[in-house]
Nanobody
């Protein structure tokens, strides 16, 4: 089994900062790309930022220059530093990862995994 657990969400005033973390655990052999998505009420889930195992990153246009994604491969953790937050950043943020896991008896299986989400609210 593989789990992704997010933390760091909360209420912040416009212009403030938050740092989200997502830790992967379980029978993990390797983690490829990791990313953050968000979903606001009434909207579809959208990609916020992604990072490859080699450290290459890409961002949604709406967060470029304000958000920074990073990862610690030894800790199997991905981070999202969010600065200059705006009310329109309010959403549930989900962690996503492409993971190769070991199977109970033998072999491996690669799949996409999601965390349960953490709520970020930007409001005065």
């Amino acid at each position: 089994q593989v789990q992704l657990v997010e933390s760091g969400g909360g209420l912040v005033q416009p212009g403030g900062s938050l740092r989200l973390s997502c830790a992967a655990s379980g029978s993990i052999f390797s983690i490829y790309a990791m990313g953050w998505y968000r979903q606001a009420p009434g909207n579809e889930r959208e990609l916020v930022a992604a990072i490859t195992s080699g450290g290459s990153t890409n961002y949604a246009d709406s967060v470029k220059g304000r958000f920074t994604i990073s990862r610690d491969n030894a800790k199997k953790t991905v981070y999202l530093q969010m600065n200059s937050l705006k009310p329109q950043d309010t959403a549930v943020y989900y962690c996503n990862a492409d993971i190769l896991r070991t199977l109970p008896v033998q072999g491996m299986s690669r799949g996409e995994y999601w965390g349960k989400g953490t709520l970020v609210t930007v409001s005065s």
